[in-house]
């Protein structure tokens, strides 16, 4: 089968706003431009769709918009699908019947809904004894109101029901604010409602990741760490080295039931509904001198740095010794001055099965106007 990748990492903001003709913030589609190659080291054969073709990225031959319209493709497989991809690509060429619907793209919004995590957390709990509480679905600001004076502690997040890289989340301490109040009714008019959580100290994020096909199937642990709630890292290592350091706060067997009733949940819900890898947040968090689950951060249906992590470490690296960072700079000879000493500093070794062993590896080109690079070290 003759598959084409895309890295359409706007696709969050692309499925809240919804609109077929959404124009992406500048940023986002600065990182799609610079880091499209990133999906290349995924996937033995294909086709990954980049701005400008490079030599030497991955293992997927370079095709560029002006070939879409007449390459023999069976299957597309972006980082996720929305109403805005489906456009671009229509007008590209692409042939219909390659595309999603109206109606399944309508599935996959309602899906990303974190409504789907707040229904599948209460199931959870009817399975696993667990001292999370569920957040609550808030349609007005006087309900949000309400319920910072009842949350914890008064502090309390609010979420965007549809929202991703860290933003459309509000943190209120003590009070909210008359900021805080106008940001809460813009997201209820514009979203319908908004979510509130009490605040978790936060240990350490990860999650697990999924495949949906014939059946809900596990993919792997996903250890990471966020920086101003945007992804920063991941540690590439095998699900035995995340249970065991997980295994400093949590018991395995609170891990393995969550696991299995994830799957059991999914497997329920999206029957007939929807194809592809999903991936559902977690953060272990401490409670007093406790440290406790929180097993249903978020949901996430489309492709996640956890599970590119995944492939990655399955098909390029040699142990468990590596990390991949996504680097920012906003000046491109500052990031080349960066990489450069990071390669000097760090020089690539393989083992003599060609793995990675130790080193610094570039997992997308940099250019003239690049500023995003994804890097292994």
Known sequence: MSILYVFNPEHDLSLANGSPFF???LSAQQFAKDCSYLLSWMF????VWVGKKEVGYGSLENVCSEELSSLAIDKIV???WNAMLVNTLQKLGVESALLPTAEQQNIIKTLSHRQTAIDALKWIKTQIPLDVELPSFITNTSEA?????????RNAVYKMPWSGSGKGIKYCVDTLTENDLKWLENVVVKQGGVVGERYYDVVQNFAMEFCVTDKVEFVGYSLFDTQNGSYKSSALVSDAVVVERLSKWLAVDVLQQSKAA?????????????????????????DGNDYKLHPMVEVNFRLTMGVVACKIRERLLDNDNMNMYVYYNKSTEKLKEYCANLQQNNPLIRSENGKIKLGYFSLTPIRNQTHYHIYLL
């Open 44 to 47: 033995d054969d294909g086709y």
């Open 23 to 25: 124009n992406a913030p």
């Open 262 to 286: 994830i799957i059991r949940y999914f497997s329920e819900c999206l029957s007939q509904k929807y194809e592809g890898y999903f991936g559902v947040d977690m953060f272990v968090y401490s």
């Open 78 to 80: 972006p980082w996720g």
């Open 145 to 153: 109101e309400v319920f910072f004076e009842n949350v914890a502690n």
